[in-house]
């Protein structure tokens, strides 16, 4: 681990929340988008450095800042990066930036405190991204629950806005509890290893427990209570019922948040995985079925969907499902596309939720009935709207190319049926995507208020123009993705590794057939 001199990661948590600090105070709502924009700006400007500081040819943590906390349970104020986290700091920035302007008119009901709420969040999120003690992550998990729920309860578009934001709230809470326990486990088995009493010998730093063994079965435990934790806010089916809820309920620029920002599945990739490697390797067939099940699901159930709203809500499930498919399959292919297609959601997913909520503002509706000929009225709209809807089917020149085309070799490679899955996935996700185009931006202008709608304002257009770009760029050259997390992607494979080789060694002992033991052994290597 690379320390640091600077505090750089602590500024990128704090600003936000300095920001949200100022605009709350702000004399006036005008005073108090400017601060917030500025705030906005200037994160992501930070979130650059540090990218920039960065070295790819290092798979460790870096930029490691650490002070005691709580000394008594050793619990640290511990932060740091590594390949796989360093990039969703410049993509949650953006993302941020973009939530903002995309409500700078729209929100006319305490827009200094629904400001401020976009910062606490963006920084609440930062601090997930960055947490290398447990405690501290989970802190900033569970504060990641009361901007949500005031975005969704008070600026809500839905009826049932206030029962959606309880909806989130419950579920999330309900999430925490496994997790919870097992980062309680994962400490007191630290202190169990170390022959000591469990006050003085707890830690909750990860490095540490990375390096702590576990006891076969408390690592299953473990890593069941990571994966349910997970599980509910990446979504996994059958958790997944918030989120088409709260894409019906909630402001537009708050849906892009919660579907761009796949939190749950960073953390199945950051902690789930590693911390339990032995159970993660006997049980990655669980994992890959369940992600199956959630990519097959959620597209058959988007094909069936009439809302652009709730369709994008299935979408994105189904996507996080071609996800988790990915980190099961165990492989290079598979891990490297995982966390392409989840810097993927914070431009692709949040742009088509964004445009949603656009034609929503004008409309009232993103019913296909209410829809039909919007490329005629909607031209700029339509080819923002078309670019980011190829790039989320993968086709090529855009960035979901690359990181489904790898998702795909991954699960081909790790079974047949897992890349099956995954192929028919694909299929369906363009099923459903340009049957929608066609029947709601295509053909004659039935609606009389669609006819009189209004194209992108300067302001919504040059909130799409970085994301698009961005999306062309990595699909051109995605080795600028893939360089980043290179060896902190084959640290992460190391480790599965040595664990499936511990279960090789486990099953010789208790089997001796040789025969059995090779097939063992070549399904390993």
Same mark, same amino acid.
């Given at each position: 681990?690379? @320390?640091?001199?600077?505090?750089?990661?602590?500024?990128?948590?704090?600003?936000?929340?300095?920001?949200?600090?100022?605009?709350?105070?702000?004399?006036?709502?005008?005073?108090?988008? *400017?601060?917030?924009?500025?705030?906005?700006?200037?994160?992501?400007?930070? +979130?650059?450095?540090?990218?920039?500081?960065?070295?790819? @040819?290092?798979?460790?943590? !870096?930029?490691?800042?650490?002070?005691?906390?709580?000394?008594?349970?050793?619990?640290?104020?511990?932060?740091?990066?590594?390949?796989?986290?360093?990039?969703?700091?410049?993509?949650?920035?953006?993302?941020?930036?973009?939530?903002?302007?995309?409500?700078?008119?729209?929100?006319?009901?305490?827009?200094?405190?629904?400001?401020?709420?976009?910062?606490?969040? @963006?920084?609440?999120?930062?601090?997930?991204?960055?947490?290398?003690?447990?405690?501290?992550?989970?802190?900033?998990? $569970?504060? +990641?629950?009361?901007?949500?729920?005031?975005? &969704?309860?008070?600026?809500?578009?839905?009826?049932?806005?206030?029962?959606?934001?309880? *909806?989130? =709230?419950?579920?999330?809470?309900?999430?925490?509890?496994?997790?919870?326990?097992?980062?309680?486990?994962?400490?007191?088995?630290?202190?169990?290893?170390?022959?000591?009493?469990?006050?003085?010998?707890? =830690?909750?730093?990860?490095?540490?427990?990375?390096?702590?063994?576990?006891?076969?079965?408390? !690592?299953?435990?473990?890593?069941?209570?990571?994966?349910?934790?997970?599980?509910?806010?990446?979504?996994?089916?059958?958790?997944? +019922?918030?989120?088409? =809820?709260?894409?019906?309920?909630?402001?537009?620029?708050?849906?892009?948040?919660?579907?761009?920002?796949?939190?749950?599945?960073?953390?199945?990739?950051?902690?789930?995985?590693?911390?339990?490697?032995?159970?993660?390797?006997?049980?990655?067939?669980?994992?890959?079925?369940?992600?199956?099940?959630?990519?097959?699901?959620?597209?058959? &159930?988007?094909?069936?969907? #009439?809302?652009?709203?709730?369709?994008?809500?299935?979408?994105?499930?189904?996507?996080?499902?071609?996800?988790?498919?990915?980190?099961? #399959?165990?492989?290079?292919?598979?891990?490297?596309?995982?966390?392409?297609?989840?810097?993927?959601?914070?431009?692709?997913?949040?742009?088509?939720?964004?445009?949603?909520?656009?034609?929503?503002?004008?409309?009232?509706? +993103?019913?296909?009935?209410?829809?039909?000929?919007?490329? *005629?009225?909607?031209?700029?709209?339509?080819?923002?709207?078309?670019?980011?809807?190829?790039?989320?089917?993968?086709?090529?020149?855009?960035?979901?190319?690359?990181?489904?085309?790898?998702?795909?070799?991954?699960?081909?490679?790790?079974?047949?049926?897992?890349?099956?899955?995954?192929?028919?996935?694909?299929?369906?996700?363009?099923?459903?995507?340009?049957?929608?185009?066609?029947?709601?931006?295509?053909?004659?202008?039935?609606?009389?208020?669609?006819?009189?709608? !209004?194209?992108?304002?300067?302001?919504?257009?040059?909130?799409?123009?970085?994301?698009?770009?961005?999306?062309?760029?990595?699909?051109?050259?995605?080795?600028?993705?893939?360089? =980043?997390?290179?060896?902190?992607? $084959?640290?992460?494979?190391?480790?599965?590794?040595?664990?499936?080789? $511990?279960?090789?060694?486990?099953?010789?002992?208790?089997?001796?057939?040789?025969?059995?033991?090779?097939?063992?052994?070549?399904?390993?290597?």
């Amino acid at each position: 681990m690379s @320390e640091t001199g600077f505090p750089l990661l602590s500024l990128v948590m704090a600003l936000p929340l300095l920001g949200a600090l100022a605009t709350c105070v702000a004399s006036d709502s005008n005073l108090a988008k *400017k601060i917030a924009l500025t705030a906005a700006v200037l994160e992501l400007a930070v +979130t650059l450095i540090v990218v920039s500081l960065f070295n790819a @040819e290092d798979g460790g943590f !870096q930029l490691i800042e650490r002070h005691a906390w709580l000394p008594t349970l050793n619990i640290e104020y511990l932060v740091g990066i590594d390949g796989i986290s360093v990039l969703f700091l410049p993509m949650s920035a953006l993302l941020t930036l973009m939530a903002i302007v995309a409500s700078w008119h729209s929100v006319q009901y305490l827009p200094r405190f629904h400001f401020a709420l976009l910062l606490a969040l @963006e920084g609440i999120t930062m601090g997930i991204f960055v947490a290398l003690d447990m405690v501290l992550f989970f802190l900033f998990w $569970e504060l +990641t629950l009361p901007p949500i729920f005031f975005l &969704i309860g008070l600026w809500g578009i839905g009826p049932q806005r206030r029962g959606a934001a309880m *909806k989130y =709230t419950l579920f999330m809470l309900f999430g925490g509890v496994p997790l919870l326990f097992a980062i309680i486990m994962l400490a007191v088995n630290h202190a169990t290893q170390m022959h000591g009493s469990v006050p003085e010998n707890l =830690t909750f730093s990860l490095p540490v427990l990375l390096d702590t063994p576990i006891p076969g079965k408390w !690592q299953t435990i473990i890593f069941l209570l990571l994966l349910a934790g997970f599980a509910v806010k990446a979504p996994l089916v059958p958790f997944h +019922t918030w989120l088409p =809820t709260t894409a019906m309920e909630a402001p537009a620029h708050t849906t892009a948040l919660l579907t761009g920002l796949k939190l749950g599945a960073f953390g199945l990739l950051r902690y789930t995985m590693p911390l339990a490697p032995v159970a993660a390797v006997e049980y990655s067939w669980v994992l890959g079925i369940l992600g199956a099940i959630t990519l097959v699901y959620g597209a058959m &159930i988007a094909l069936q969907q #009439t809302n652009l709203r709730r369709l994008l809500a299935y979408a994105s499930i189904s996507h996080v499902g071609l996800v988790i498919v990915g980190i099961a #399959t165990l492989n290079m292919q598979g891990l490297q596309g995982a966390v392409f297609q989840l810097l993927n959601f914070t431009l692709i997913a949040s742009c088509l939720m964004l445009i949603a909520g656009f034609i929503q503002h004008r409309l009232g509706s +993103t019913e296909v009935i209410h829809l039909g000929g919007l490329a *005629k009225v909607m031209p700029r709209l339509t080819a923002f709207f078309f670019l980011f809807a190829i790039a989320s089917i993968g086709v090529p020149g855009a960035s979901g190319f690359p990181a489904e085309l790898l998702l795909i070799i991954g699960a081909l490679n790790a079974h047949p049926s897992l890349g099956i899955a995954a192929l028919i996935g694909a299929i369906l996700g363009a099923s459903y995507m340009l049957s929608f185009i066609r029947r709601a931006f295509y053909g004659p202008v039935v609606h009389t208020s669609v006819r009189q709608l !209004q194209d992108l304002r300067k302001r919504e257009l040059a909130l799409l123009c970085a994301p698009a770009v961005l999306v062309l760029l990595f699909g051109f050259f995605p080795n600028l993705i893939l360089n =980043t997390n290179k060896l902190t992607a $084959e640290a992460w494979l190391s480790r599965l590794t040595s664990s499936s080789l $511990e279960i090789v060694d486990d099953y010789v002992l208790q089997d001796q057939d040789p025969h059995k033991t090779a097939l063992l052994s070549g399904a390993v290597k």
